[in-house]
């Protein structure tokens, strides 16, 4: 269970991260060129932020599992003090949450603005911000945080 599931949240950040590129690259270009805010783009802001969700949930499941986060709160004294183990427990946890937060609220937000250039600035800016946020927490292999490969095998 533990495996697999690691397995899909390593995966899963690549349609994360795709997505909110594109989400980011539509709603900038709408926004330059005052295009109408289609239902193309209403899609993509729902489906990024779906797709953002089932991450977070994931991410969970991998929380209450990982063998790593149980020792690191059996041991939480003398652990905190371990980079490698309060990376996952406490880092990345905490800025995946907060990027994830603001994707929903951008979301939230967007659909209810009432000019479509307002639409497009809010998707832009929060869904850029989230994406920030996101690139630094990843455990990239290049990371000076944390490591981990680009792709786990299941
Ligand atoms: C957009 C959100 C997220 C992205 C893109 C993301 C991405 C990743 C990646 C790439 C890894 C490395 C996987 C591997 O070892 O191959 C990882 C590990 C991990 N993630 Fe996330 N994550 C996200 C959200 C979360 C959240 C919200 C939680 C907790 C509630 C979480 C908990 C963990 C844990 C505990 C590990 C390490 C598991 C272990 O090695 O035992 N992640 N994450």
Redesign the pocket.
Known sequence: M?STV??L??L??WF??ISLCYAIYRAYSGYVNKYEFSMLDNKVRHWTATI?HI??I???L??I?????QYYFSDFKNLISDWDFTF??LI??AL??S??VIITIGSAKAKRKKTDPEKFKTILVTYAI?LFI?FI????PFSPLAN??Y??PF
């Open positions: 533990y690691l397995a949240h390593s899963f950040r994360v991260l953002a991450q977070l994931l991410g969970i991998v929380y599992k990982s063998p790593i986060i996952f427990g990345h946890f995946m949450i990027a994830v989230a996101i927490a990843i455990p990239w981990r490969p792709i786990r």
